[in-house]
């Protein structure tokens, strides 16, 4: 069973930076995809950003050129570094893991991981 730690929220002023680990029990290497999503009160969950096959990364536009999505391969830890904070950024951060696989008939069969999420809150 694959598992994902997430650590490094806190409350931050607006303006400010932190950074988040997300570590996963197996290699990083094993997920189609890594990501990080957040979820306000009230609110649906939606993804913040994401490494894809690797490599790639994209973001949320509302995140754009303030958060960076990174990952550690020999640490099996993904990060995510979020600079000049905003109250709106305030939200419980989770990590997510995906993974992509075919079973015998050709089915295309997906996994999620998810952290147990970390609060993040930015004061105004």
């Known amino acids: 069973q694959v598992q994902l730690v997430e650590s490094g929220g806190g409350l931050v002023q607006a303006g400010g930076s932190l950074r988040l680990s997300c570590v996963a029990s197996?290699?990083?290497?094993?997920?189609?995809?890594m990501g990080w999503y957040r979820q306000a009160p009230g609110k649906q969950r939606e993804r913040v950003a994401a490494?894809?096959?690797?490599?790639?990364?994209n973001y949320a536009d509302s995140v754009k050129g303030r958060f960076t999505i990174s990952r550690d391969s020999a640490k099996n830890t993904v990060y995510l570094s979020m600079t000049s904070l905003k109250s709106e950024d305030t939200a419980v951060y989770y990590c997510?893991?995906?993974?992509?696989?075919?079973?015998?008939?050709?089915?295309?069969?997906?996994?999620?991981?998810w952290g147990q999420g970390t609060q993040v809150t930015v004061s105004s």
């Open positions: 197996g290699s990083i290497f094993s997920f189609n995809a």
């Open positions: 490494i894809i096959s690797g490599s790639s990364t």
């Open positions: 997510n893991a995906h993974r992509e696989d075919y079973d015998g008939m050709g089915h295309r069969l997906r996994y999620d991981y």
